[in-house]
């Protein structure tokens, strides 16, 4: 009895919620790993998100998730080497690019008898990666589904 008093509140909550944000409130970390990678932002922002995965909910009676918040956490910071797989495929895509590109101007430097551009370090080049907003590297229709859209 208690149960199907439950169940019409917590469809209503999840039917409002992003995909993102309803993998949170269910913490379910490999789902929301997976809609992160996928390129899905939530139709919150990501301090409200990370609100959402550390908040106990009275009418279910799921513990607050470590992992969650920790991925959240994650997802809130700007891009690095070891995040890489938080973020969208066309972001992936463009870091890819950015790579291959420094690695073409590293050999074009060193084959050509005048250095045109100065070499810059690795770890430069993730310094200015990092610059990099998740939110221009997703397409619009990645923001919007809703969790009974699933």
């Known amino acids: 009895m208690a149960l199907e008093?439950?169940?019409?509140a917590i469809a209503d909550?999840?039917?409002t919620l992003g995909c993102l944000e309803a993998a949170c409130v269910l913490r379910r970390v490999d789902r929301v790993r997976a809609l992160l990678r996928a390129g899905f932002l939530p139709l919150v922002h990501f301090p409200h998100l990370l609100h959402i995965a550390s908040t106990p909910i009275s009418f279910m009676p799921l513990p607050v998730c470590a992992q969650t918040q920790?991925?959240?956490?994650?997802?809130m910071m700007p891009w690095a080497p070891a995040r890489h797989a938080l973020f969208g495929p066309q972001?992936?895509?463009t870091i890819f690019f950015l790579h291959v590109l420094r690695t073409r101007c590293?050999?074009?430097d060193q084959s050509?008898?005048?250095n045109h551009?100065?070499?810059?370090?690795v770890e430069m080049w993730h310094h200015i990666m990092s610059f990099m907003l998740r939110k221009d590297y997703t397409a619009s229709n990645k923001t919007a589904p809703t969790?009974?859209?699933?």
């Open 5 to 8: 008093l439950r169940l019409p």
């Open 13 to 15: 909550v999840l039917s």
């Open 70 to 75: 920790a991925l959240v956490r994650s997802a």
């Open 91 to 93: 972001f992936r895509k």
């Open 106 to 108: 590293d050999r074009d």
């Open 112 to 114: 050509s008898s005048s």
């Open 117 to 121: 551009l100065p070499h810059l370090p």
């Open 147 to 150: 969790a009974n859209a699933e």
